[in-house]
């Protein structure tokens, strides 16, 4: 199982970012995935999962009504569309596959993580 994070890079307060996360190895309809934000010198926190099964979507409060997590089906791709973005919005976002269909945020339940990508906000 393979998963490669892109997008990430350098925005103004405000501003707009598409993530893409490109998975390999296994197939969608039977792992979540999940979008990770790892602030500087925080813990990685779950920021927003799609479900394989009826592609339900979650969200963190802080990125409830500003994200968007998305599947493309026919490339394997998965997207966090991220708007409004702030400040406190900065560090590196990773994707990972869930080891089971549906969403738990839960480190122990991941079955493999993607390297990830560098977003910053700037005020």
């Known amino acids: 199982v393979q998963l490669q994070a892109s997008g990430g890079g350098l925005v103004q307060s405000g501003g707009s970012l598409r993530l893409s996360c490109a998975v390999r190895?296994?197939?969608?309809?039977?792992?979540?995935v999940a979008w990770f934000h790892q602030a500087p010198g925080k813990e990685r926190e779950g920021v927003s999962c799609?479900?394989?099964?009826?592609?339900?979507?979650y969200y963190a409060d802080s990125a409830e009504g500003r994200f968007t997590i998305s599947r493309d089906n026919r490339k394997n791709i998965y997207h966090l569309q991220m708007n409004s973005l702030k400040p406190e919005d900065t560090g590196v976002y990773y994707c990972?596959?869930?080891?089971?269909?549906?969403?738990?945020?839960?480190?122990?339940?991941?079955?493999?993580w993607g390297q990830g990508t560098q977003v910053t906000v700037s005020s």
């Open positions: 799609i479900s394989s099964r009826d592609w339900s979507t």
């Open positions: 990972a596959a869930e080891a089971h269909y549906y969403c738990s945020f839960q480190p122990g339940d991941l079955l493999s």
């Open positions: 190895g296994f197939f969608p309809d039977d792992y979540a």
